[in-house]
């Protein structure tokens, strides 16, 4: 039998605000956390990896900040990995998490129990039974690794971001030919990083960037200010004009102004022609752009050599796409991440992970008391919009408001990994909508 507790797998910024949302509406809970500490991501130096040294946030400060705990006044507008920790760590002080959190315990598996809760096995073979889980390990712990995709066979060191620390650790670029795969924001932020002959612990003497398709990048800097400077916080109630449009409309309009904005930045900056870099092959709201304060400069310095993907290895010989060849000693892949849970099985979720749809990307469609918090694609910091999220679930098993039925869930699931990104405070709204202000 349950014990009527709610179980948070995960203590990262997503996990936390369920902690949080969960002990405001008095549902109880515990927080089970594989590794020692909390923040994710963002605990660099635990050993799990997905997180680097350099590693800065991507979204302002002030736009990332959970709704009712800001940042300091004086802080940095970009956080580091350090400071963002700090942050975590007091915000789970100052809310008293600490004492719901259960470190040490990692989940091997969930599975339903008879439509009445959900036993989970621990990693040396414990069980227990809890009347609800809500999934809150984030978007970050499965890497895409594409290398044995790749004809041929590459004789050189092979890493993904994802272990990455630094340009010595754990393997040693410095002095070394390198190549990052991949357009997004790490792979600009360690091309960057490892061109950088300034750089604290060394830089690769040769950088090449192997980009098989276009990407929208822009500074994160305008005169100074971030780039968010002017875009409403996350938790922001929609502007009345936009409440009262029906259905899509209102993200429909924020996503071609945010192109607009986009696509004028672009120009300013000369464009992929003027960059050195591949057309954009999405439209500029089908993804977050790539985002970096020091990427452009290092592009019009000569630092960072642009090529096409990578077509087949030979030893150390790698041939790009545009027929082009080049000797290489290490091969860092930024190629993202995809949904990953191991410890829920195909036949609980239904589909391959990848493949999972949500009612308003939270709820299992079919599985009833199954969460998940911060798994979705967004145009915004996540953090905050996890928290309303958490929010969401709190109420409902608070008994604030009934969701619907799996048939409805399922009707309206959204996939996760394949529809647009979330325009944030849009999709806030239509949460607070149906479970009232959360």
């Excluded at 091997?108 to 989970?120: D, T, Y």
């Excluded at 870099?277 to 439209?283: A, D, K, Q, T, V």
Aim: glycine share 10%; charged share 20%.
């Amino acid at each position: 039998m349950t014990d009527g507790k709610v179980a948070v797998i995960g203590a990262g910024p997503s996990g936390l605000s369920a902690c949080k949302a969960l002990a405001e509406m008095n549902v109880d809970f515990v927080c089970l956390e594989a590794g020692q500490g909390i923040g994710g991501i963002w605990d660099v130096e635990r050993v799990t990896g997905g997180g680097y040294r350099s590693l800065q946030t991507n979204t302002s400060t002030r736009s990332m900040a959970y709704s009712d705990f800001p940042f300091p006044e004086d802080h940095s507008p970009y956080g580091t990995a350090p400071q963002m920790l700090a942050y975590f760590e007091s915000y789970a002080k100052h809310f008293d998490l600490l004492k719901h959190i259960r470190f040490g315990e990692r989940v091997a598996s969930a599975m339903p129990v008879n439509g009445a809760g959900w036993r989970l096995e621990l990693e040396g073979g414990e069980t227990r039974e809890y009347k609800a889980v809500i999934i809150a390990t984030g978007q970050y712990n499965h890497p895409k690794r594409p290398h044995n995709e790749t004809p041929g066979e590459f004789t050189g060191e092979i890493l993904h971001v994802y272990d990455y620390l630094d340009p010595a650790t754990p393997v040693d670029c410095r002095g070394k030919r390198v190549i990052v795969v991949g357009l997004g924001s790490s792979a600009a932020e360690l091309a960057t990083e490892l061109s950088d002959p300034d750089g604290p612990v060394g830089c690769a003497s040769e950088l090449i960037l192997s980009a098989r398709s276009g990407r929208w990048v822009m500074p994160k800097l305008f005169g100074g200010s971030p780039a968010d400077a002017r875009a409403p916080h996350p938790a922001q109630p929609l502007p009345g004009v936009l409440r009262w449009l029906p259905g899509e409309a209102a993200p429909w309009i924020m996503r071609r102004i945010f192109g607009k904005m986009l696509r004028s930045t672009w120009k300013k900056m000369g464009g992929a022609a003027g960059l050195g870099l591949p057309e954009p092959s999405i439209e500029p709201w089908e993804d977050r752009p790539t985002l970096s304060v020091d990427f452009v400069p290092a592009l019009k310095a000569g630092r960072i050599d642009v090529r096409s993907g990578i077509e087949r290895f030979e030893g150390s010989t790698v041939t790009f796409e545009d027929g082009s060849e080049t000797e290489a000693d290490v091969i860092l892949y930024a190629t993202g991440y995809q949904l990953g849970f191991p410890y829920l099985s195909r036949e609980v979720l239904g589909c391959d992970a990848p493949d999972l749809a949500l009612y308003q990307r939270i709820a299992h469609p079919e599985q009833e008391g199954l969460f998940f918090v911060g798994c979705c694609r967004v145009m915004c910091s996540l953090w905050p919009l996890a928290e309303q999220q958490s929010r969401w679930v709190a109420r409902a098993l608070s008994g604030g408001f009934e969701i619907p039925s799996p048939r409805k869930r399922a009707s309206k699931a959204v996939p996760l990994a394949t529809t647009l990104p979330v325009m944030c405070n849009a999709y806030v709204d239509g949460l607070r909508s149906e479970a009232g202000q959360l």
